[in-house]
């Protein structure tokens, strides 16, 4: 069993700051990818950013600037620094960790249940 506690999540103003964190406990014993998706209504299942055990990072394009994805590996935690919020983040982020690739695979991986993020105008 592996579970996934987000924490981080609420209501931000536009332009504001948000830190999430994804803490990964249980019977897991290497990780190598961590990362975040978000999934808005009416809209695909999208990566936000994602790490790996060496520090490769990926982003969305749409973050790209604005977000800031980092770990502990110590503590198998991710932490997404997501800066200058816009209200097209509103969503539901989910946390996610692969023990054997570099991006979480959709139904391999370990999902968290979700954390809701919203962004005011």
């Known amino acids: 069993q592996v579970q996934l506690v987000e924490s981080g999540g609420g209501l931000v103003q536009a332009g504001g700051s948000l830190r999430l964190s994804c803490a990964a406990s249980g019977s897991i014993f290497s990780i190598n990818a961590m990362g975040w998706y978000r999934q808005a209504p009416g809209k695909q299942h999208e990566l936000v950013a994602t790490i790996t055990s060496r520090g490769t990072t990926k982003y969305v394009d749409s973050v790209k600037g604005r977000f800031t994805i980092s770990r502990e590996n110590a503590k198998n935690t991710v932490y997404p620094q997501m800066n200058s919020r816009k209200p097209e983040d509103t969503t539901v982020y989910y946390c996610?960790?692969?023990?054997?690739?570099?991006?979480?695979?959709?139904?391999?991986?370990?999902w968290g249940q979700g954390t809701q993020v919203t962004v005011s105008s």
């Open positions: 996610c960790v692969d023990p054997i690739r570099a991006v979480c695979h959709t139904e391999l991986a370990y």
